[in-house]
């Protein structure tokens, strides 16, 4: 599976739109990116996936570049709960093969 | 969306006493379960992949005598941690995949071993 890179860092103001990077400039054709986010002493949290369409769900929007090489993951109104270290995974879906590989993430801190 | 719930959420043993944890997919079947480790301040890092009915598979450097996983149904994997250590304390977190469609992995909330 291909690797992401990702800042290890970020803050946001509380009430503003969170927008996260992601960098997979090895991704294959058949690769998803995927988003995690873990608050701190829990379980990682699946929030969006996509391929090359750019996707929205309850929780966030996922824009992927036309060439598939960054992405990023925008929380419209981040709230002081949306502090996590979100992970940015790159995979293959549709098989029963092929593992979720975490990195190190990007640790966003919701300031009021 | 799918659950997945482990059993205990908490443990504090005794060194060379072995501790098992159970992770349950309650609302889908998983054919293939994964065990992660995380020590504090670190990343998720991969033990094994467990399919339902056949051996695990376990990644580099992760002692298969040491830490035990049996996936005997669609839903339930357990793990054991035989003769257990202090530096075998961590956060031990399972995930469970979906069968199907985009073979989404879901997380449970984790185990917090503590060994004295």
């Known amino acids: 599976d291909a690797k992401t890179t990702q800042p290890p860092s970020m803050d946001c103001a509380e009430g503003r739109a969170a927008n996260l990077p992601c960098n997979h400039s090895?991704?294959?054709?058949?690769?998803?990116v995927y988003w995690y986010r873990q608050i701190h002493s829990q379980g990682p949290q699946y929030i969006i996936h996509?391929?090359?369409n750019n996707e929205t769900n309850e929780m966030a929007s996922l824009i992927i570049t036309e060439d598939r090489k960054s992405s990023t993951l925008i929380l419209p109104h981040a709230t002081l709960r949306d502090t996590a270290v979100y992970y940015c995974?790159?995979?293959?879906?549709?098989?029963?093969?092929?593992?979720?590989?975490f990195g190190q993430g990007t640790t966003l801190q919701v300031k009021p | 969306g799918a659950v997945v719930s482990q059993h205990p959420s908490r443990v504090i043993c005794k060194s060379g006493t072995s501790v098992k944890i159970e992770c349950r997919s309650l609302?889908?079947?998983?054919?293939?379960m994964f065990w992660y480790r995380q020590f504090p301040k670190q990343s998720l890092m991969l033990m094994a992949t467990?399919?339902?009915?056949?051996?695990?598979?376990?990644e580099q450097g992760v002692e298969k005598d040491k830490f035990l996983i049996n996936h005997a149904s669609l839903t339930l994997s357990t793990l054991t941690v035989t003769s257990a250590h202090p530096e075998d304390s961590s956060f031990y977190i399972c995930?469970?995949?979906?069968?199907?469609?985009?073979?989404?992995?879901?997380f449970g909330p984790g185990t917090r071993l503590t060994v004295l």
């Open positions: 609302d889908f079947q998983a054919t293939t």
């Open positions: 995930s469970a995949r979906t069968s199907g469609g985009y073979n989404t992995q879901y």
């Open positions: 996509g391929l090359k």
């Open positions: 995974i790159v995979r293959v879906a549709n098989s029963n093969t092929g593992k979720l590989i």
């Open positions: 467990s399919n339902e009915g056949s051996k695990a598979t376990y």
């Open positions: 090895t991704i294959s054709g058949n690769e998803y």
